[in-house]
């Protein structure tokens, strides 16, 4: 349908038709159909929303503003100005874009002025962008795109209602939300990780022995471990406790398999560096005997 009236309208001797049965007052109900196509492709290629255009204090239905479109593009249609469908395409995409310019101003400022109708289309639309963003991004099911969403509004509300931003139409308002949300998800990403970091506590080091010195240097591991940063206790947890691959460990991490082996050889040596007898502690704790036994990487 969509490329039959456009094929339609295209063809200069429809086109002819067309404009003539139009400056006569006919045609309108095609008329105004093909203004919505144009305008709707217009709007999805530069990434602008229909629905947030207002007149007169009144949100403007889609069919409403087409309806407008059609009058003013009439106008000019009898005086003459239009002679083929590029000049008649040319006066719909100007028409559009100073309608829409300006109905998002005034949608703007309705937005400043905390009205409930209009934050309830925003937070509506921008929560369904919300949805499709964060299932294009595979973002971990440990963040709620919910939650996100909800404080990246209300960073706006605030910065509107406080008159410290400025959009020219609806593309910058969710650019502007967008950059917000990402920022919420990345915080909210770190601190997810660093409260499983700190909740993965380090096993007791235990086992029977006679020997005094092993009890001392098995305190000393104890405190060391305790000043190593959150990602090395992990590591070592993981590694030498829970017997684990460091290519798993790196995975939970998010990072590389090379980048967690360094950080468990930084971390190794600077343990070895502050326990008394640190060599017959290694074999003791039988760390390098967990090295050879778990599985290479």
């Not at 086992?207 to 005094?212: K, R």
């Not at 790196?250 to 971390?267: D, F, G, M, Y």
Request: positive net charge; glycine residues 2%.
């Amino acid at each position: 349908m969509l490329f039959q009236v456009i094929s339609t309208m295209e063809s200069t001797d429809h086109f002819k038709i067309f404009i003539t049965d139009l400056a006569k007052g006919e045609e309108s109900a095609r008329a105004i159909e093909h203004i919505g196509i144009i305008v709707r492709n217009w709007c999805r290629k530069n990434k602008l929303e229909l629905k947030w255009i207002v007149s007169g204090n009144r949100i403007l239905e889609n069919d409403e503003l087409y309806y407008k479109m059609y009058l003013k593009a009439l106008a000019t249609i009898r005086k003459g100005g239009i002679k083929t469908y590029s000049d008649y395409k040319r006066l719909v995409l100007t028409l559009a874009e100073e309608m829409l310019t300006k109905g998002f101003e005034e949608f703007n400022t309705l937005l400043i002025n905390k009205n409930n109708l209009s934050w309830k289309l925003a937070e509506e639309q921008l929560k369904v962008y919300a949805l499709k963003w964060y299932k294009t991004r595979n973002i971990s099911t440990d963040l709620d795109i919910h939650d996100l969403h909800w404080s990246a509004m209300h960073v706006l509300f605030e910065k509107l209602f406080q008159k410290k931003l400025s959009f020219r139409n609806s593309y910058e308002l969710k650019s502007y939300y967008f950059r917000i949300l990402e920022n919420k998800m990345k915080e909210q990403f770190r601190k997810n990780k660093k409260e499983q970091l700190m909740s993965h506590k380090i096993p007791e080091l235990s086992y029977e022995t006679q020997d005094s010195g092993k009890d001392e240097r098995l305190e000393v591991v104890k405190q060391e471990i305790k000043k190593l940063a959150d990602n090395e206790q992990f590591i070592i947890r993981e590694y030498f406790f829970c017997e684990r691959k460091l290519t798993d460990i790196a995975k939970k991490l998010n990072i590389s398999p090379e980048n967690c082996r360094v950080i468990k050889h930084r971390a190794m040596k600077r343990l070895m560096e502050k326990i008394p007898g640190r060599t017959k502690l290694y074999s003791s704790y039988q760390f390098s005997n967990h090295e050879t036994q778990a599985p290479s990487d």
